[in-house]
């Protein structure tokens, strides 16, 4: 039983638009959250996270978005670029769970030129 | 800049056979983790350690054990591998709170024939 969804495998935008990869967990006691960039043939990077104290927070292009009540974030990349198309993994911690994460399946995102 | 390396890129074994991966850090972090990551799956914790000679299951330890004698290098082991076990396994550290990202080795695409 997945506890963190991705549920769209994939996204295509045009670049210069706007990229939103969205996020559904089903654990309330999740309350932090993040969100890994993975390319091809290389390990997960770090890329923005949230805590659920917060309804948003902004890094540069990126910015994260969480809505505890519909147990929902969303990660929006504005303007999207080429070197953004990557797997994009979203990643929930709660206490009850020390050190650990739980990741969701993932979504590769493609952005065209 | 965060280092982690695993000793292969590209395993080929055969079913039945022990095998061993290992992964070195380089920032003294205190939390290790082996994941491995499927496709539609994500990214499935196998085990992980908050310290010398200490380790917690994760959610798929069946089959797999470990073993850390230093903090800074962290050793999954298959026991007898099977084709079931082919994968992407790839390795992690982070600093001991929860909040601290985790930074990701390159992994290790293993084959089981």
């Known amino acids: 039983d997945q506890q963190v969804k991705q549920n769209s495998p994939s996204l295509s935008v045009q670049e210069g638009r706007i990229s939103i990869l969205n996020c559904d967990y089903t654990?309330?006691?999740?309350?932090?959250f993040l969100w890994y960039k993975k390319y091809p043939a290389e390990g997960p990077t770090f890329l923005i996270s949230?805590?659920?104290?917060?309804d948003k927070n902004e890094d540069g292009r990126f910015t994260v978005f969480l809505n505890k009540s519909a147990k929902h974030l969303s990660l929006h990349i504005v303007p999207s670029q080429p070197g953004d198309s990557a797997v994009y993994f979203c990643?929930?911690?709660?206490?009850?769970?020390?050190?650990?994460?739980?990741f969701g399946a993932g979504t590769i995102l493609r952005v065209k030129s | 800049d965060v280092k982690v390396t695993q000793s292969s890129r590209y395993l080929v074994k055969r079913t039945g056979e022990k095998v061993f991966l290992e992964c070195v850090q380089d920032?003294?972090?205190?939390?290790m983790f082996w994941y491995r990551q499927d496709p539609g799956l994500g990214l499935r914790l196998i085990y992980f350690?908050?310290?010398?000679?200490?380790?917690e299951k994760g959610d798929i330890p069946e089959g797999y054990s470990v073993s850390r004698e230093k903090k800074e290098r962290f050793s999954l082991i298959l026991e007898s591998a099977s084709t079931n076990q082919t994968s992407m396994y790839l390795c992690?550290?982070?600093?001991?709170?929860?909040?601290?990202?985790?930074?990701f080795g390159p992994g290790t695409r293993l084959t089981v024939t």
């Open positions: 920032m003294d972090h205190e939390n």
């Open positions: 654990n309330s006691m999740f309350d932090y």
């Open positions: 350690s908050y310290d010398v000679k200490m380790k």
């Open positions: 949230i805590s659920s104290i917060k």
């Open positions: 992690a550290s982070s600093l001991l709170f929860r909040e601290r990202e985790q930074y």
């Open positions: 990643a929930a911690s709660a206490v009850e769970y020390g050190n650990k994460l739980v």
